[in-house]
């Protein structure tokens, strides 16, 4: 059964800093990977997807890695800002059907 | 460009009241269409799926239920609300094994 994990729960980092959030995930059939952001009282807003083939993904300051065989992958914030402050939830998609796994998410607080 | 839209926003509900949320994609055809439940402080629960109308998956056994009437429409229902159906309820699509959008949401407080 597949398991994902993020790590750390809750990060409070100042502005101006580059960040990584982890995710590991336990079966490495993944067709593919997600991450997410979600505001306070808002639905999730998908920031990037990688799939299964690909090594990284980049959307502007967000940078996506995937290492499959590994079971892990990164999301890498350059230079915060306090409106990147939100939760980060990552997900996997298995083959064979269309449900996404999902990590508890860390949240992300950037202090000016 | 593609929409989603949920409502009712908010809903205030006493125990044992029925319950109906509704969902609406526009600008795509034959989307997969999800239910999820977040808790507070929680994580997100997958509560049904649909790969097309009429066709409806359970993941959690419970008092709530689910219906797909239209190609785009997605309805959360339940006969009676129980205080542990608080929560904020999220509808999402996807076409096929791809990026997932959410809509807004809506905030359901049992009372």
């Known amino acids: 059964k597949q398991e994902v994990t993020q790590i750390p729960a809750a990060l409070s980092v100042p502005e101006g800093e580059n960040l990584v959030l982890n995710c590991s995930f336990t079966?490495?059939?993944?067709?593919?990977l997600q991450w997410f952001r979600q505001d306070p009282g808002k639905g999730l807003t998908s920031l990037l997807l990688i799939q299964s083939s690909q090594r990284e993904q980049t959307s502007g300051r967000l940078n996506a890695s995937l290492d499959k065989s590994s079971g892990r992958s990164t999301l890498y914030i350059a230079a915060s800002q306090p409106g990147d402050s939100a939760t980060y939830l990552c997900?996997?998609?298995?083959?064979?059907?269309?449900?996404?796994?999902w990590g508890a998410g860390t949240k992300l607080i950037i202090k000016p | 460009s593609q929409t989603i839209h949920q409502w009712p926003a908010t809903l205030v509900q006493p125990v044992g009241s029925p319950l109906s949320l509704e969902c609406t994609v526009e600008?795509?055809?034959?989307?997969?269409l999800y239910w999820y439940r977040q808790a507070a402080g929680r994580g997100l629960q997958l509560l049904f799926y649909s790969v097309g109308i009429g066709q409806i998956s359970s993941e959690v056994p419970q008092n709530l239920s689910a219906s797909r009437p239209q190609d785009r429409q997605f309805i959360l229902s339940s006969k009676k609300l129980l205080l542990s159906d608080s929560g904020f309820y999220l509808c999402?699509?996807?076409?096929?094994?791809?990026?997932?959008?959410f809509g807004p949401g809506t905030r359901l407080t049992v009372t």
């Open positions: 997900a996997v998609l298995m083959d064979s059907n269309y449900q996404l796994i």
């Open positions: 600008g795509t055809s034959n989307p997969n």
């Open positions: 079966d490495s059939a993944i067709y593919n």
């Open positions: 999402a699509w996807t076409r096929g094994p791809s990026r997932q959008y």
